[in-house]
C-alpha cells in the first residue's frame, strides 16, 4: 500500500482492478446484483434490441457484437439466445468480442460464451461495423474529484484511508463555482465516448450504454463502496468493495457528439424496457414456470419501477449520424 497521497482516480483504479481480479461479486451470495442477473428478461430484451439495430444498419454482415464490462457473461448468453430464436440472420453475423480486463471473470464468462475474444479495452476491437452493449460498466471506471476552495480549485488525493487536498489549477473544469462544491470527472468514460463516436461515425454502427446517474449533470460526492449489499468506506481496506460513481450522461453525449457521433437519451431505464416489452416478456417466463411466476414478475418491475431501478438507471445510445432512431427512443 502506498504512503504519498494517491489520485483519487489512481487510488480508484487500483482498488477496483484488485476488487473483480479477486472474486466474482455477483448473485445472491455476491456483493451487489446487476439488472441481466435479476432476470433473463434484461438480456433477451437487449439481445432483440441489438438485432433490430442491426436491421436499421442495413444488415451488415459480418456485424461485431462487443460487449463492456461483462461480469458473468449473462446479459450477453440471455441476448445470443434470444437473437438465435427470434432473428437468426443476426445471430449468424455477429462476431462476438469481449472487453474485460479481470482475469477471473473472463474465465467465467468463457464458460458461458466459448466463441467469443477478449480485449483489454476499446481499442482492442478489430474494425467494421459494430453494435456495443455495456451495463454497468461506466460506474466502474475511476473519477477525479475536484472541491471549490477559497475560489480555486483543489483536488481530492488519497493517504491512508483519508482524503487531503491539493491544488488544482489545471482543473479540466470552468474556473466557478460555489465555496465548498464538489466536481466529479470520468476521464476514461468521457475518453470512451469520444474515441467510439469517432469510431461509429467513420466505420457505422451503435453504442448502448445503461448505467446510473442523474440525468443532469451536477455537483455533488456520488463515490461508493459496496460490499456485502451494504455501503461501506470507500477510502478504508482498497480491494475488498465495489467502488462506483455516479456516470455524467450529458458530458458522454457531448464528447461522442463532439467526435462526429449522433446521441439518443439519456432515457430512463423503466421507460426503456417498457417500450422494448420487458414485462410481455416477463409475463410469458411467468406462465411457462407457474412455480416461480411471481418472482418473473417482480424482477420485471424491480428493473422498472421509478422507486427501484426504473429512474436512477439510464440508457444512452450514441451511433452513426445516419442510423434511424433505435428501438426504445422513439421521442413521440
Ligand atoms: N455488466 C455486468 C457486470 C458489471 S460490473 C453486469 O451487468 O452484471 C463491471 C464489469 O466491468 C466487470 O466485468 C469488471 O471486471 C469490468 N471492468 C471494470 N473495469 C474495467 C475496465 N477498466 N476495463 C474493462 N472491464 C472493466
Not at 144 to 171: I, K, M, N, S, Y
Amino acid at each position: 500500500m502506498s504512503t504519498s497521497p494517491e489520485r483519487l482516480d489512481a487510488f480508484m483504479g487500483r482498488a477496483n482492478a484488485a476488487y473483480y481480479a479477486s472474486r466474482d461479486p455477483f448473485g445472491a451470495g455476491g456483493d451487489f446484483t446487476t439488472a441481466p442477473e435479476i432476470t433473463q428478461a434484461f438480456g433477451e430484451c437487449l439481445g432483440l434490441w441489438a438485432a433490430v439495430t442491426w436491421q436499421l444498419m442495413g444488415r451488415p454482415d459480418p456485424v461485431i457484437l462487443a460487449e463492456a464490462g461483462p461480469g458473468r457473461g449473462t446479459l450477453m448468453a440471455d441476448a445470443l439466445r434470444a437473437a438465435r430464436a427470434m432473428a437468426p440472420d443476426f445471430a449468424q453475423a455477429a462476431r462476438l468480442h469481449l472487453i474485460e480486463t479481470s482475469p477471473l471473470l473472463r474465465e467465467a464468462q468463457r464458460a458461458r460464451l466459448p466463441e467469443a475474444e477478449w480485449h483489454e479495452d476499446l481499442a482492442g476491437l478489430p474494425d467494421g461495423p459494430l453494435i456495443l452493449l455495456a451495463n454497468e460498466f461506466l460506474d466502474a471506471l475511476p473519477i477525479r474529484q475536484f472541491l471549490r476552495r477559497g475560489g480555486a480549485w483543489v483536488e481530492r488525493f488519497v493517504e491512508h484511508d483519508r482524503f487531503v487536498e491539493r491544488p488544482a489549477p489545471d482543473a479540466p473544469l470552468p474556473d466557478a463555482g460555489e465555496e465548498g462544491e464538489i466536481r466529479e470527472v470520468n476521464e476514461p468514460a468521457r475518453a470512451i465516448s469520444a474515441a467510439l463516436g469517432a469510431r461509429l461515425a467513420a466505420q457505422g454502427g451503435a453504442a448502448l450504454f445503461i448505467d446510473y446517474g442523474p440525468a443532469e449533470s451536477g455537483p455533488g460526492d456520488s463515490l461508493q463502496a459496496i460490499r456485502n449489499r451494504q455501503a461501506a468506506n470507500p477510502l478504508s481496506d482498497p480491494g475488498a468493495a465495489d467502488l462506483t460513481a455516479h456516470v455524467d450522461f450529458g458530458a458522454l453525449a457531448e464528447a461522442a457528439r463532439a467526435a462526429g457521433a449522433a446521441t439518443h437519451g439519456p432515457l430512463p431505464q423503466g421507460v426503456f424496457l417498457l417500450r422494448l416489452g420487458l414485462h410481455s416478456r416477463a409475463a410469458a417466463l411467468a406462465a411457462s414456470d407457474p412455480g416461480r411466476g411471481a418472482r418473473h414478475l417482480e424482477a420485471a418491475t424491480r428493473l422498472t419501477a421509478p422507486e427501484a431501478m426504473g429512474r436512477l438507471f439510464k440508457a444512452l445510445v450514441l451511433c452513426h449520424p445516419t442510423l434511424a432512431t433505435p428501438p426504445g427512443f422513439e421521442t413521440a
